[in-house]
């Protein structure tokens, strides 16, 4: 009995000393990669796979986006529109996960591209990938507020049908949701991967609870197989093959932003074999889920067209065709609701690490300000009100015209696949020769290509089918404004590359050792003056 006391405590310690350990190897790791350890490797693999899925959090963004596929393709869109989404963000988070296991820092995509972009091109195309990145994760922090302030206002228009919303009833429900995200990233940074844990768990508890119970509700009054899994629908007056592809936009929106993982990749043990796995995780989680999610929606639905024009939402709709019961649904949507105040917050979480990342690069104006992690908090402090204080910009512009605002959360999801696919689209130039042969995770052969080039063929689709209007005619009102909102995130980047980022950017610092066998020809610029600084 005594024995087996004192060994106890040494199986501890050992297991604390391993932990340290990995710990000192990594921060080791990232000093070869050109920067210091700031910040605590705080979270798990699962309280990282919680932050990732909370911000996809598939089933309820597929949910709450209904009504963009529905008229443009009907059921079978969005249920198959979801596998076709899900297969390619498969392909190209493949794709990036290669980068991710060679050089897990929190740059991401545009201190890969600095690396194995030609040496005369790649200051500027990283430069340019930063900004994108940034831009794109500051406007999709704006889309948790935005839907979770969206419930709110549906379960007060179910409850009183005499209500009428007003803009400012709804920005000051979205402020609220952005103060409550930022309160919990600055003063709550040691607690953070126990909240994403519980917004993993909550999650799967939300998805598991609503699909059971609207099932349990509407038998025996089902839709048919054939209705769920083939039914076409165009109401939006395009060709019925481009109408579908619209219709893929709800997937490719529900499963963007797997690359929170590699800006918050300075913050979990190992990262160059769990990065890659909960980039990956995250896809398939949410491609499972949302497939079966979907399927008990349609299944539950009475009549489309009532769906898509309840001034309750659809989610709500459905939930109230199933169950027959106002406050049973609104119980229901306490989950999704919920699970945005996880999303708002886990945004924001890694909209600031990514600001904080390029800032420590110089890549920002005033960057010293922003690269700076507060001493007692232990976080990026001003990246975070950064991230906030945008995010409340653009709910002042949701004050004065929704249309802009949806333009620029359009734009955010058009500009975060861009830079997914800069990195991968120049190793496939330069013969997939770029990264490093025994990195953690590699795509073997032919399938390296053939996901390399699914995925960069995917970018380009959505790319394209983000900027179309919804439907014809168009008018001033139905017009696609994303084009524009991603032409000034663009003209910003092009701007501040001239009057700033030429002279004071100099790429990602890059230890020649820590580049290990690959080829990195492209921070050779940065190598070159950094040695230059130096002497």
């Not at 994108?132 to 969206?150: D, E, F």
């Not at 013969?431 to 795509?443: E, I, T, Y």
């Not at 950017?505 to 020809?521: A, C, I, Q, T």
């Amino acid at each position: 009995m005594d024995k087996h006391q004192e060994q106890t405590p040494r199986r501890r310690s050992g297991g604390t000393d391993r932990r340290h350990s990995v710990i000192a190897e990594d921060a080791a790791a990232l000093q070869h990669l050109g920067h210091k350890q700031e910040l605590k490797r705080n979270f798990s693999m699962i309280s990282m796979l919680g932050l990732a899925f909370a911000i996809l959090n598939t089933w309820t963004a597929l949910a709450a986006s209904i009504t963009v596929a529905l008229p443009s393709g009907g059921p079978s869109s969005v249920i198959w529109g979801l596998v076709v989404a899900g297969v390619c963000n498969l392909c190209l988070a493949a794709s990036l996960a290669e980068f991710l296991s060679a050089y897990p820092t929190a740059g991401g995509q545009y201190h890969w591209a600095a690396i194995v972009a030609w040496k005369n091109w790649s200051r500027g195309i990283s430069y340019v990938t930063g900004w994108i990145n940034v831009s794109g994760w500051v406007a999709l922090t704006s889309t948790g507020g935005l839907l979770g302030s969206t419930f709110v206002i549906n379960i007060i228009s179910l409850l009183h049908p005499d209500y009428e919303a007003e803009a400012w009833h709804q920005f000051l429900i979205y402020i609220a949701f952005t103060l409550i995200a930022l309160a919990i990233n600055a003063f709550s940074t040691r607690l953070l991967p126990l909240f994403t844990k519980a917004a993993f768990f909550w999650s799967m508890a939300g998805f598991v609870i609503i699909s059971i119970t609207i099932l349990a509700c509407a038998s025996p009054r089902y839709q048919t197989g054939a209705f769920v899994y083939g039914e076409f629908v165009n109401e939006v007056g395009w060709p019925d093959g481009v109408a579908w592809l619209l219709g893929l936009l709800q997937g490719a929106f529900a499963l963007t932003g797997f690359d929170a993982v590699a800006h918050m990749i300075e913050e979990i043990p190992q990262p160059h074999i769990q990065g890659p796995r909960i980039m990956l995780y995250c896809i398939g989680i949410g491609m499972l889920t949302g497939f079966v999610f979907l399927s008990c929606l349609l299944f539950c639905v009475d009549n489309i067209d009532s769906v898509i024009e309840s001034p309750a939402g659809p989610l709500l709709q459905i939930f109230v065709d199933a169950t027959g019961s106002p406050a049973g649904s609104v119980c229901l949507l306490v989950f999704p609701l919920v699970c945005m105040l996880f999303t708002a917050t886990a945004l924001m979480t890694t909209s600031s690490r990514m600001s904080y990342a390029f800032a420590r690069d110089h890549g920002l104006p005033f960057s010293h300000v922003f690269a700076r992690v507060h001493p007692r908090l232990q976080v990026p402090l001003n990246a975070l009100l950064w991230t906030a204080a945008w995010v409340v910009v653009f709910g002042c512009i949701f004050l004065g015209s929704s249309s802009t605002f949806n333009a620029i959360t359009s734009a955010s999801v058009v500009a975060l696949g861009v830079t997914y696919a800069i990195p991968p689209s120049i190793n496939v130039l330069r013969g997939r020769r770029m990264l490093p042969h025994d990195r953690a995770f590699k795509l073997p052969g032919v399938v390296g290509w053939v996901m390399n080039l699914v995925g960069i063929g995917w970018t380009i689709l959505t790319t394209v089918l983000f900027v179309f209007p919804p439907e014809l005619p168009v008018t001033s009102e139905n017009m696609n404004y994303c084009i524009v909102a991603f032409g000034v995130i663009l003209l910003i980047a092009l701007i501040t590359w001239l009057s700033d980022g030429r002279k004071n950017y100099k790429g990602p610092h890059v230890e020649v050792e820590g580049l290990e066998k690959g080829k990195g020809e492209g921070v050779g610029v940065v190598l070159e003056s950094a040695s230059e600084s130096a002497a």
